[in-house]
């Protein structure tokens, strides 16, 4: 309990001396504080869900692999993925964080986001639970939006100064429904980084009766807001994408994990699971999975009001 205790001390020192610039940054250090409370009492409720995690994840690696079995043809040899048992607090934990400056409200329905972006495809997994009865979330919607391989958000002129939304690009944003089992399947790409940051990809999970228009966007807010989080990569992981084009391209220096603080408050648990998803080169695409913990009566307040009109 100490150490939780100092969390928002440290958080808020990190904060305020080291990352004087940083873009998703809150307004104030009351805020600061307030949401590190809340994030502790968040934990704690998705803690307990975690023998019902570890079932699900295997489960979803099991299948996963058969499936990749089935796939193999000639010398080609499909990554089985590796990981099949969590710690109580590795995938378990997954905090709301900051939703930033740069999102957009009412994004198209879809799971593939690219559009015409180049860069490694990523294929992520998500899956999600319900904190409540420790079981899996169907029929939510999870939203996705993320910085592109030379860390441009779309919409956006920046993220160099003030951003400012500036236009109608809707290239890596967007969402899908999780299915019958809480999962969902979103293609995107490995997401570059920008001054600040470390390469992190939003992610917002609607519930509750959300709507939809015929012209198939989402209508942000019309549902419950049961989470605003984070997605991470392990560094290893970051060094093999950003070696190829066109993420070499990218000017700004790198920020790493290990020196952004909204990672550092997200934890392990916002680390996606990465594997290659064809071959062994991130060339062929990166496969992600990972699970959000949520609470589905929660209900928390989109701060940007910018929507694609
Ligand atoms: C997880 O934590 C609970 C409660 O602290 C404990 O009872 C349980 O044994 C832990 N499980 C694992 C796999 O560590
Ligand atoms: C990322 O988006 C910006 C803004 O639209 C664009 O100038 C840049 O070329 C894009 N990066 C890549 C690698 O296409
Ligand atoms: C979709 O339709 C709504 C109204 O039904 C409209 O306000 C919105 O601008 C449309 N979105 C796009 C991307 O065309």
Not at 253 to 259: L, S
Request: proline content about 6%; aromatic content about 10%; hydrophobic content about 35%.
């Amino acid at each position: 309990m100490r150490i939780f205790a100092l969390a928002p001390l440290l958080a808020l020192a990190t904060f305020v001396f080291a990352h004087p610039e940083t873009e998703d940054h809150p307004a104030t250090a009351e805020e600061l504080i307030a949401r590190n409370t809340d994030i502790e009492a968040r934990n704690v409720a998705a803690r307990k869900c975690a023998p019902q995690v570890a079932e699900f994840e295997a489960q979803r690696l099991q299948k996963r692999a058969k499936l990749m079995k089935r796939q193999q043809t000639g010398t080609f040899t499909a990554p089985i993925p590796r990981t099949t048992s969590i710690t109580n607090n590795s995938c378990v934990l997954h905090p709301e964080t900051i939703e930033g400056p740069y999102y957009i409200r009412n994004e198209f329905i879809r799971s593939d986001v690219r559009e015409t972006q180049p860069g490694v495809a990523l294929v992520l997994d998500v899956g999600v639970i319900d904190s409540r009865t420790c079981r899996p979330y169907p029929n939510a919607f999870v939203e996705i939006w993320a910085a592109n391989a030379t860390g441009a958000y779309g919409g956006y002129v920046g993220p160099q100064g003030t951003p400012t939304r500036i236009k109608d690009d809707t290239w890596l944003r967007g969402g899908l429904f999780t299915n019958a089992q809480g999962i969902v399947e979103l293609t995107t790409i490995y997401p570059g980084y920008y001054t600040g940051r470390t390469t992190h990809i939003h992610a917002m999970v609607h519930g509750g009766n959300w709507q939809s228009r015929a012209n198939g966007t989402f209508v942000s807010g019309s549902g419950t807001v049961n989470h605003i989080g984070q997605f991470f990569f392990d560094e290893a992981w970051n060094d093999r994408v950003f070696a190829t084009h066109p993420y070499t391209t990218n000017r700004v220096p790198r920020t790493y994990n290990n020196r952004d603080f909204i990672m550092q408050q997200a934890g392990p648990g916002a680390v996606a699971k990465l594997s290659y998803l064809n071959g062994n080169s991130v060339t062929e695409g990166v496969f992600g999975y990972i699970t959000v913990v949520v609470n589905g009566g929660s209900n928390y307040r989109i701060q940007n009001n910018n929507a694609l009109r």
